[in-house]
DNA sequence: CGGTAGGCACACAGATCGGTGTACATAACA
DNA sequence: TGTTATGTACACCGATCTGTGTGCCTACCG
């Protein structure tokens, strides 16, 4: 019999209860923002009593940076780990958001929760570290002549195309796309033209 | 004898009501953001009885998109109206933060607000418009062969430098103007070398 | 002098917030 | 069988939020 399903009364044992909290987190507050969503609501959408939720969960403090935790696979590993792209179309997959915009949960927990101490606030600036700092490695494997700092670039068309489309209402991917292009053709010194070569500086 | 000062009880008649509020708006509501100042709060630093803060606002809503509105003359005019400086080095001045960083509140408004219909969102929307519009003039008037786009992309760059000096809690700008550089020496045809001439992209 | 407008102090309403306390129910394990 | 986790339902706490209602007070103006 089933072990992990719900009883008459509405039981839900077996392990799935975190995640349940954890899923509800990544809708709620992804739509509503995290100030916006109080633990009530959230554990209402979750199926777990509140009790439950602050059983695993010391407090939503917590909860907000475990929420933030859980980003990493399908932002990082998808996009950098791909075999089957040169480093410098990875480098550019970077910019290729899907039409349902995610939009940076880093940024705006950073802004939302406004104590740069807060975990969630921490874990918001190693992430976007941790994505320089890969962004910096591709750009070492496509030939970089300064590979940090092409990563911090790159980085920075990221979050600038973020908090745009965010502001603005409007996708400014593709404008971030273009500038990185730029700066990738004109930072690997022999450019393996993928479209349109164009000759380095020199020196 | 001056009508603008207080009377023995407190009065500070003289129409500084409105001012004080504001006033204390901008210092609140950018260092602890909107949702974390309470109208209660806002009106002691204002010194300012929460009864007459309502008289002059018809609800916060109304006060944040008031409080957006006091930016404009020190982050639009200041830069672009230098009649001292060339159009390119205007465009390169509006990376020229101050160091005790004012950082965006429009970015910080529309991830607070969440709302996009919001007063103050949509005048953030109108603001970040605005500067791209006036960068794109700049361009235009420093000969760059797209003006909107030079424009567009010099304010994702703004953007970008903004919200990752929060999210990370270091200066960003220095890249973000670095990436100007390039982007404006590559847009404009014949390029005015002003330290490192640089042959524009061959049709 | 008296009227009026603008402001103050303060209590309060209603909602929501994060977080707990308590008593009860179920499943797994002994 | 009984024990122990694990979870539920629900009331509740204190704090804080936006926003009002009320009464008084004082500066200005005629």
């Given at each position: 019999m089933a072990e992990l399903e719900k009883g008459p009364?509405?039981?839900?044992?077996?392990?799935?209860?975190?995640?349940?909290?954890?899923g509800a987190s990544q809708q709620l507050f992804r739509e509503q923002g995290?100030?916006?969503?109080?633990?009530?609501?959230?554990?209402?959408a979750a199926q777990v009593s509140k009790r439950t939720a602050y059983q695993h969960f010391t407090g939503k403090d917590e909860l907000v940076a475990e929420y933030l935790r859980r980003f990493?696979?399908?932002v990082l590993s998808d996009v950098f780990d791909?075999?089957?792209?040169?480093p410098r179309e990875r480098l550019l997959a970077a910019f290729d958001v899907p039409p349902n915009a995610p939009l940076c949960p880093f940024i705006a927990a950073a802004v939302e929760?406004?104590?740069?101490e807060h975990p969630g606030s921490r874990y918001a600036r190693e992430y976007k570290m941790a994505v320089a700092a890969r962004l910096a490695d591709t750009a070492r494997e496509a030939?970089?002549?300064d590979p940090e700092q092409l990563g911090e670039q790159l980085a920075l068309l990221i979050d600038g195309a973020a908090?745009?489309?965010?502001?603005?209402?409007a996708d400014a991917f593709p404008t971030?796309?273009?500038?990185?292009?730029?700066?990738?053709?004109?930072a690997i010194p022999a450019a393996v033209g993928d479209d349109h070569p164009r000759e380095a500086v020199s020196s």
């Open positions: 009364t509405g039981r839900r044992r077996g392990r799935g209860a975190r995640e349940r909290i954890l995290i100030n916006r969503t109080g633990m009530d609501q959230l554990c209402a990493d696979p399908s791909r075999t089957d792209l040169t929760l406004h104590d740069p030939g970089a002549t908090a745009r489309t965010r502001v603005l209402d971030a796309a273009a500038i990185a292009a730029v700066l990738i053709d004109n």
